[in-house]
């Protein structure tokens, strides 16, 4: 038979010698094979007492952030589920009363918000595509858990708190380049 690569080997039918046998050798080569590993560099972390660095601009657990004076800053344009392209992100909207100015910076706002995250590829394209600067991605992990219905977050879990030292930071995102793009008003997206 023809053979296609040199992988192959020729079986010996040979009998085996004593130290063959008590496979001494083979066990000790398999041991400096064990103990070699010891002193190379480990690739893996201890989590979760060890928590990996994560990059500048991970991409993790949304936020919907409020303005300066603590109101929300979602419209409820519904660009971000339009961009969305795991169609994870669902809303309705409402029309803000008499009153609620301090609540919503807008006369439209999101009274439900909802992400699942389990449909959620973190892409980011809610981000890029919000013209309100109101939702953004942060270096926060999703919690794991047991049932799939908890993974719909909705406004209690997105948006960020009132309380100023309680804001999450979203500045590490707003990169020069970033804030060069919001600058031009030309843009659709910027107006
Ligand atoms: S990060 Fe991507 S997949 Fe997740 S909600 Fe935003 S647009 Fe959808
Ligand atoms: S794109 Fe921004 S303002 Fe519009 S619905 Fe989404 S989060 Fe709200």
Do not use: W
């Not at 008590?22 to 002193?39: D, Q, S, V």
């Not at 029309?95 to 706002?109: A, F, I, S």
């Not at 993974?151 to 879990?157: A, C, E, I, R």
Request: with cysteine; net charge positive.
């Amino acid at each position: 038979m023809q053979v296609l690569t040199n992988r192959s080997k020729v079986v010996s039918n040979k009998e085996m010698t004593l130290m063959e046998r008590i496979y001494l050798p083979a066990i000790l080569g398999g041991m400096m094979i064990t103990l070699g590993h010891f002193f190379r560099k480990k690739h893996t972390f201890q989590y979760p007492e060890m928590k990996r660095p994560f990059a500048p601009l991970y991409r993790g657990m949304h936020v919907l952030k409020r303005d300066e004076n603590g109101a929300e800053r979602c419209t409820a344009c519904g660009l971000c589920a339009v961009a969305c392209p795991a169609e994870a992100i669902t809303m309705t909207a409402a029309e803000r009363k008499p009153g609620e100015e301090k609540l919503y910076r807008e006369e439209k706002y999101a009274s439900v918000y909802e992400i699942n995250m389990l449909r959620c590829i973190f892409c980011g394209d809610c981000e890029e595509a919000c013209p309100k600067e109101s939702i953004f991605l942060t270096d926060r992990l999703v919690p794991s858990d047991s049932l799939r219905q908890r993974f719909v977050y909705g406004k209690d879990l997105l948006v960020e708190p009132m309380e100023e030292n309680k804001r999450v930071d979203i500045s590490k995102r707003q990169t020069k380049e970033v804030l060069e793009f919001k600058k031009n008003k030309e843009l659709q997206h910027n107006k």
